[in-house]
């Protein structure tokens, strides 16, 4: 294919090649610009209806002007070859970064919500990734990239080959597949990254793209993958009837509230799951102000000759950090994790295992009340504290948050 052109775009090199065919580097010849070209498989080229909805949904993708969505600039037909025009990413993909093992906290975070943002647009737009993995998502200076929207629906239509002997086949030898699996479906997508409703052959819809977003999540965190089997049926087997063990058991240092939120993304059930990647992205958000906000309260600053050794300085520091949030816990939360029903000042005595540590209380920008994270019954959630009539009440939809802070407008 090097050397030769698709309409007026000439191919230079190759860029890689998987399941969903090869990728060129190409010159467009009419824009003057440099752009990566996806040779579709052959089993596309028979089916006029397969190319139909191949074109409709590349025209979809197309209209999603996202900075986390890879640009698809053309698609064409050039004799027998179907073919995408996409724009030239530089960077290396996600899966290559894990190669090197789990990312940091930040990392993690911010290209999280960045994936979460882009899934959140394309589906306000009707268009389901169905085949999000690391393969899938470059790392740019820019920032992450999602490619391939769509095409594991298309490949799966040409009806690509047989599913005999799948089942006990090495799970490195099918990355990607759209083979039969019942009379009802197929299985669409990469097996380590399926939902169960794909691996039943049931439609993929956006809660199919949320389960893989959460196995992504639990593999930047963790270095390995949330499910693993030798064998495609024992992968299977695992995704089916196992759960992976909590991120916070493998990474202590990441936000406790990543966990529900990685387990809401992998429910077995769609209608359990987390269901939508807006809630993701926003959920991913506050993790990384509370993340930032906790790492700016402790940061220990650059010790000169005759200052004290920086451990005695951190430790002072969360002394009196606990004291202080003990101090307002104490005061202002019963130890049932309800309000107190006087608007009259009242102390509490609460056991130091309720005391959420990586939160620090936060005063509201007026002085009128303040904030501060509570762990009760395995739960934590935020309470708002009011200073002038003392009255204390959990904050409706804040179960699972933790390290407070106000927008700049006092939100």
């Known amino acids: 294919m090097i050397g030769k052109t698709l309409a007026h775009y000439e191919i230079t090199g190759l860029l890689g090649k998987g399941g969903m065919g090869e990728v060129y580097r190409a010159r467009d010849t009419r824009l003057g610009r440099d752009v990566a070209v996806k040779v579709l498989p052959a089993s596309l080229a028979g089916n006029p209806e397969v190319r139909a909805r191949f074109e ?20 064409g037909r050039e004799g027998d070859v179907d073919f995408l025009v996409m724009e030239l990413v530089d ?17 993690v975070l911010t290209i999280g919500t960045q994936i979460a943002d882009a899934l959140d647009q394309a589906h306000r737009a009707g268009v389901v990734h169905r085949d999000l993995k690391p393969g899938n998502i470059m790392l740019t200076r820019a920032g992450a990239k999602l490619m391939d929207f769509g095409l594991a629906r298309v490949n799966a ?20 597949v759209a083979h039969p699996l019942t009379a009802e479906g197929t299985i669409l997508g990469t097996f380590q990254y399926m939902a169960p409703e794909q691996l039943e052959g049931k439609e993929a819809d956006a809660r199919t793209d949320l ?17 693993a089997g030798r064998t495609q049926a024992s992968l299977i087997a695992a995704i089916m009837h196992t759960e992976p063990s909590p991120v916070s058991q493998h990474a202590p240092l990441l936000p406790p509230a990543l966990d529900p939120l990685v387990n809401a993304c992998l429910a077995k059930d769609p209608s359990e799951r987390v269901q939508s990647a807006h809630d993701v992205k926003l959920q ?9 906000s906790t790492a700016r309260a402790v940061a220990p600053e650059i010790r000169k000759p005759n200052q004290r050794p920086p451990w005695l300085a951190f430790a002072v520091a969360v002394v009196a950090t606990a004291a202080v949030t003990a101090f307002i816990v104490t005061t202002f939360v019963p130890s049932d994790g309800t309000a107190p029903s006087s608007a009259q000042p ?20 007026d002085g009128s009340y303040v904030v501060f994270a509570v762990r009760a019954e395995a739960l934590t959630r935020l309470y708002r504290r009011d200073l002038r009539t003392f009255e204390t009440a959990p904050i409706p939809g804040t179960e699972g948050g933790y390290g407070p802070f106000f927008s700049p407008d006092g939100a």
């Not at 102390?347 to 295992?353: A, D, L, V």
Request: charged residues 15%; aromatic residues 6%.
């Open 91 to 107: 960077g290396e993909t996600l899966a290559q970064r894990l190669e090197r093992g789990p990312l940091p906290t930040s990392d």
């Open 346 to 365: 009242q102390r509490f005595i609460m056991g130091s295992h309720n005391l959420f540590a990586s939160s620090v209380p936060t005063f509201a920008p």
């Open 56 to 75: 409709r949904e590349a025209k979809t993708v197309s209209s999603l002007n996202h900075p986390n969505i890879c640009v698809v600039h053309d698609v």
């Open 157 to 176: 239509l040409a009806g690509a080959g047989d599913a005999s002997g799948m089942a006990g086949a090495p799970v490195s030898a099918s990355p990607t």
């Open 211 to 227: 389960w893989a977003l959460g196995c992504v999540l639990y593999e930047m965190a963790v270095g390995k993958r949330a499910f």
């Open 284 to 292: 991913l958000g506050w993790l990384t102000e509370g993340a930032s």
